[in-house]
């Protein structure tokens, strides 16, 4: 096993590494720290799940599992990409290509029929959505802007939408019967198995059972009316249309990856309401699921002139949607992964309050995030806003993050205890004792979850927040709502935990709204401030703090410390950003920035030297936090647009920073003299290599895939300058 494991994603992040790994691995070598990689990208992935469809010379190992015993280790030092959280049509895509480059795949079958069928279609459904990150996560997280990072954002603040206080823009949630009304929530004093069961006039359905929960841990159950759901959806759209705003929808379809695709199916169906009732039979035979899109729902209807006429007609009736991409016509109902509550809401209001219309025009709108949890963090967002202007990222402070997510704690909706229930009964959670932790009568169609969190992982999240504030010595807040009967679970851990240590007075308790205004007020005075949340705020507040501060949440340092001692270290807390991929098809300039792999990567290597005792592993991550630092101070980081410098031009500066500073220090001359005469090289040659890498823009690049890319196409596009590859090598 190498001493560090850097994974392969897919998408952006993966391309900046086929021309940023190399370096690493190179640079590593000199320490004798070897830098190996485990393959997570949803291709891989797939193609793991599948040997027996597979030639022998076509298989893969499933690197995942390998990885989800490894981070249980003490032995764990995983640099961790985002990786795709697929949706179903990004699966289907992902199918149809390594199709066609000759992986003789099953199809995802939509509607499964034979046994077989439904064993193909379970598999495919495991891979589906949030599948890699509640794997690897086997500690709590701590994400906050490194110091160097948040000065240069304070000294070069980007711009900012003006908010002003007429602004139309504004959250709609459920009025009530939503997931936080109808919750439940209760700490088990032993440990127990369990089943879940829906009892109906006709006899009890096994829904789930084989749970098994230790002593202690929190079991929540809940659920969200689908009649209810119906009747906000269409009336919103009512209210919108009346407003003359944008309507927009927000959700987690990839991480709540059973309850959200319904939610945002629920909006498709409420949208084309009239659509639906008169030829809702037809479209179910050109096979429509709403849950799919209005993408995949046009596809499927395009030939039938009769239904194509009523959706127009329908539309044209309807108040303007929201777009993720005006120019091509994609709307917020095309496919549940384009709009990502984390990263949409916070642009929204980056932007002032204005999204983006069908005619290419900014304009206010009405933000619908159906459940209550949550949403009342964005909707005192935006009253903060309308009433004291933009922030003004000169001078914030800054919001950090402890957020509780080891051993899937929270995963609501992601879970596999989340259904949308077949038949009007009452779902039971029945211990092993008999005993009935949670009842609710439920419709058809009504969606119920359970989810849990263990008592290991909330007092690890505690005294993690309780170190952290220590270090940092600024206010600290625990977002949770002691009206909320999950939250009120936590609350009875988290007091005890403080009055034993006599800190009941350095951490405040605040429900999500109050903790949003709080920690609004704090930075706007330019103090800091450490939000300790669930594993839903801890996602949202992870994107939507940096995003206004740093303008991205790519910045961002992401460190999990894993319970049983390993390290893993995420970049960033963005996505994989697929934008950035079809422009350098387009126009082969890649706007990713890799700041976020160049802070795990410091982290990363000064864990190893304090795991492992290696002096030289301290040398190259301190040099690496000089070098991220020499990124930010001559403005190194990849512009947007082509003809400028980009990514690969960022990881040339980045190598060279590196080696220099390793080339400089004096602790170890063996070090020292090993990188001199790369340094030298990298500055020597500085004309030439940032000349070879300008000389790529502008025409289209050929990748060979977008899920699985050519590994030799790949390399040749992102690695095009001969002068810096004779100077850092081939990769191990
Ligand atoms: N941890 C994980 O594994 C995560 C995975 N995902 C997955 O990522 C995909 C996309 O998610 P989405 O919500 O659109 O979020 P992204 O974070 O990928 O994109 C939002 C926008 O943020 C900007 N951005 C993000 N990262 C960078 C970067 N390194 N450098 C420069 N700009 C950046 C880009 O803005 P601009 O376009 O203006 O340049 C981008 O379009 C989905 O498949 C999702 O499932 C999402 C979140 C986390
Ligand atoms: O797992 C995912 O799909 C997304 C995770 C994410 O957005 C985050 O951790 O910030
Ligand atoms: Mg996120």
Redesign the pocket.
Known sequence: MSDIIYTKVDEAPELASASLLPVIQRFTEAAGVSVGTRDISLAGRILATFPEYLSEDQRQPDDLADLGRLVKTAEANVIKLPNI?ASVPQLVGAIKELQSQGFSLPDYPEAPDTDEEKAVRAKYDAIK??A??PVLREGNSDRRAAKAVKSFAQANPHRMGEWTSDSKTHVSSMSGNDFYSNETSATLATATGAKIVLETAAGEKVLKEGLEYPAGTVVDATYMSAAALKDFLAAEIEKTKDQGILFSLHLKA??MKVSDPILFGHAVKAFLAPVFDKHGDAMAELGVNPNSGLGDLLARVKDNASIMADIDACMAERPPMYMVDSDKGITNLHVSSDV?I?ASMPALIRAGGKGWGPDGKEADANCVIPDNCYAPVYDEAINFFKENGKLNPATAGTVQNIGLMAQKAEEYGSHPTTFEIPEAGTVKMILDDGTVLHQHVVEAGDIWRSSSARKAPIEDWVNLAISRQKAEGCRAIFWLDENRAHDAQLIAYVRPILEAKGLTDTFEIMAPREATRASLETITKGEDTIAITGNVL??YL??LFPILELATSAKMLSIVKLMNGGGLFETG?G?SAPKHVQQLVEENHLRWDSLGEFCALGESLIFLADAKGNGKARILGEAVEAATQGILDNGRSPSRKVGEPDNRDSHYWFARYWAEAVAAQEDDAALAAHFAPIAEALAASEADILSELAAVQGPAADLGGYYRTDPAKTVAVMRPSKTLNSIIGQTA
Request: glycine share 14%; aromatic share 0%.
């Open positions: 959280s959505g949030s890699v990150n990839t991480m990502i984390d801890r996602d992870t994107d807390a996505g």
